[in-house]
Structures are given as structure tokens and as C-alpha cells.
């Protein structure tokens, strides 16, 4: 009697084992569906500002060292006036008057 109800039981036991091992997804996570795809934009600010003139330095083989009085004048000026949008026009167009020597020496640090 003890072998059929071990049997019965093993029996029981291995058919739960098929159910939940071949059930399709209720027992476990579910699989997410991917959407198509679209295109990804890049922005690339080398390539953006490659295009532009803030590389050019014309001075970079005739001036060794620039410096402008009336134009640094007219920094400070824009500078204690919070005026933005003019100093970042007089300091670009400085920086833009650079040699060798200016670019070479970097910030101090």
C-alpha cells in the first residue's frame, strides 16, 4: 500500500513540476514588447562650433603676445554693468587676437 501512495505522490509531484515549469509566462516576469525604433539626435558642440569662427585665430604666427588697453577698458566696463551679452562679444573678439605665447601660457593654476 505504501508503494502505491508513493508512487501517487511522486506522480502528483512531477506533474506540478510540468504545469509550472512549461506555463507560459503566469508565473514568472513578462516579457516587455520593444516599440520601433527612431532616430536619435546627436548633439555634437565640436561639430556645431567646429562650423563657426571661435577656432580662428588670426594672429597665432604674427603676435607673440597681445594685450589692449582700451579694449580690456571696455570689458571691465561691460563687466561692472552685467552686461552679458556685449562682454561675452569684447571677449571673444579679444581672445580672438591671442599669439602663441597667450594660448602656450594657459590660466595660471
Same mark, same amino acid.
Given at each position: 500500500?505504501? *508503494? #502505491?501512495?508513493?508512487?501517487? =505522490?511522486?506522480?502528483?509531484?512531477?506533474?506540478?513540476? =510540468?504545469?509550472?515549469? #512549461?506555463?507560459?509566462? @503566469?508565473?514568472?516576469? &513578462?516579457?516587455? %514588447?520593444?516599440?520601433?525604433?527612431?532616430?536619435?539626435?546627436?548633439? /555634437? @558642440?565640436? #561639430?556645431?562650433?567646429?562650423? @563657426?569662427?571661435?577656432? #580662428?585665430?588670426?594672429?597665432? +604666427?604674427? *603676435?607673440?603676445?597681445?594685450?589692449?588697453?582700451? &579694449?580690456?577698458?571696455? =570689458?571691465?566696463?561691460?563687466? %561692472? +554693468?552685467? +552686461?552679458?551679452?556685449?562682454?561675452? *562679444? =569684447?571677449?571673444?573678439?579679444?581672445? &580672438? +587676437?591671442?599669439?602663441? /605665447?597667450?594660448?602656450?601660457?594657459?590660466?595660471?593654476?
Amino acid at each position: 500500500m505504501r *508503494t #502505491t501512495a508513493g508512487k501517487r =505522490l511522486f506522480y502528483l509531484f512531477f506533474a506540478a513540476i =510540468l504545469v509550472v515549469a #512549461t506555463a507560459p509566462d @503566469s508565473f514568472g516576469q &513578462k516579457q516587455k %514588447k520593444f516599440k520601433a525604433g527612431n532616430k536619435v539626435a546627436l548633439y /555634437d @558642440s565640436v #561639430t556645431a562650433f567646429g562650423q @563657426s569662427d571661435i577656432f #580662428t585665430f588670426p594672429n597665432i +604666427n604674427k *603676435t607673440r603676445l597681445y594685450a589692449d588697453a582700451a &579694449k580690456l577698458k571696455q =570689458l571691465q566696463q561691460a563687466e %561692472k +554693468n552685467n +552686461n552679458e551679452q556685449e562682454m561675452y *562679444t =569684447l571677449l571673444r573678439e579679444y581672445v &580672438k +587676437n591671442f599669439g602663441v /605665447d597667450a594660448l602656450a601660457a594657459g590660466p595660471a593654476l
